[in-house]
């Protein structure tokens, strides 16, 4: 009887266009964030929204002018640092800004490393009964995927809101570089009845106002970092349900797993005293970060005609958040209150008002400079605090 036993030759499935991609997508070694499915998943989501696919030359030029223009008047007044490096300026689409958004794997990673810990610890509550210990090692093989999916989805809904890399009070940025998303910007102006190379103008000072915040200025950049390992270190991750959720995504249409993480991710965090305390050390932070940059852009835009306009615009847009930016704050775990801005705005007008910006200044100078809780009602008692 002749021998009815079939093996798949050992080089078969690397030959088979569907294998092939399974098997790349499996075999990820790069950290507990599969990046490259994560861009290709943020590239189709920001493409799919968009409306213009390319920047002009001339329109890139004009940008990269008003970036170097922004850091002079920053420099001039309020008198900021300059920046350590020359700028590389990236006029960019939403499509291309999510190619590229990897930086942010800095603040991604340590929370995707928290997830594939409790995915580990919690594969009984994960799996359904009696499968935990067949699909545990399937699960934290998968879960650089299911992570890169949500990277990916919340990437790719942000590059459709933002103007640049630093709407969000974050280091979200390559070091060294500022990215405009220049048809956004060009689409609010528009909506507003605002002229477009005065928004293009006030963009590049906000975003530059945030570079110079974390790369010129000692340890803001650091001290955030240290807050966001302590708070992430702090969080308890809750993975009930995430099963029957990866069961039900649709992961052939980019649209609908943007509505599935709208709704719920993959996990969600338990609250606790410890984590509620790290959360705030780091929410104060960046919305003091915020209300300073805010500053600093109103004190140097004030040379634009119609940057009175243009803030109140930015001031609209920022008090109800695009769905994109609220999907990432959310996925990241790093939501700012407007009225925690609110209150680190009315403290650094406090400051400016009775010591001038050399002593706003210094708040960065080091951690014991950052003002107490009481102290961010009481700027004068944080001055007479700092040396001048």
Request: charged letters at 20%; glycine letters at 6%.
């Amino acid at each position: 009887m002749p021998d009815e036993s079939f093996e798949l030759p050992p080089d078969i499935l690397g030959k088979i266009p569907l294998f092939a991609e399974i098997a790349k997508v499996l075999a990820w070694t790069g950290g507990p964030v599969n990046w490259d499915l994560a861009r290709q998943v943020a590239v189709a989501i920001a493409a799919g929204e968009e409306t213009v696919h390319a920047v002009s030359a001339a329109d890139a030029a004009e940008i990269g002018e008003s970036v170097r223009l922004a850091e002079l008047w920053l420099q001039e007044s309020p008198g900021l640092p300059p920046p350590p490096r020359v700028a590389t300026v990236r006029a960019l689409t939403p499509a291309k800004w999510a190619e590229r958004a990897t930086s942010l794997r800095e603040i991604v990673d340590p929370l995707a490393a928290k997830v594939a810990a409790a995915m580990a610890e919690q594969a009984g509550d994960i799996a359904p009964e009696g499968e935990a210990v067949m699909l545990a090692p399937v699960l934290q093989q998968m879960a650089p995927v299911f992570m890169g999916i949500q990277a990916g989805v919340a990437l790719g809904s942000l590059a459709t809101t933002i103007l640049g890399a630093y709407d969000l009070p974050l280091p979200l940025a390559d070091e060294g570089s500022v990215d405009i998303i220049v048809p956004a910007v060009d689409a609010l102006s528009q909506s507003y009845g605002l002229d477009r190379r005065e928004m293009r103008m006030w963009v590049a000072l906000h975003q530059s106002a945030h570079r110079i915040c974390f790369e010129a200025l000692p340890g803001v950049s650091a001290h955030f970092f240290a807050l966001f390992h302590n708070y992430v270190s702090a969080l308890d991750v809750d993975l009930s349900g995430a099963f029957d959720r990866l069961q039900s995504l649709d992961i052939t249409s980019p649209e609908r797993m943007r509505e599935a993480m709208e709704q719920e991710g993959f996990f969600g965090l338990h609250d606790s005293p410890v984590t509620q305390a790290a959360l705030r050390s780091v929410q104060r932070l960046l919305a003091l970060v915020e209300a300073f940059v805010d500053r600093a852009v109103e004190t140097a835009a004030g040379r634009l005609p119609t940057a009175p306009r243009i803030a109140e615009a930015m001031s609209r847009r920022r008090a109800d958040p695009a769905p994109g930016e609220q999907m990432f704050v959310s996925f990241v775990g790093l939501d700012v209150s407007q009225d925690d801005v609110r209150t680190a705005e009315l403290f650094c007008r406090g400051v400016i008002v009775a010591a001038g910006w050399p002593a706003l200044i210094r708040l960065w100078d080091e951690a014991e400079n950052l003002p107490t809780d009481a102290e961010l009602s009481e700027p004068a008692a944080w001055i007479a605090r700092i040396p001048g």
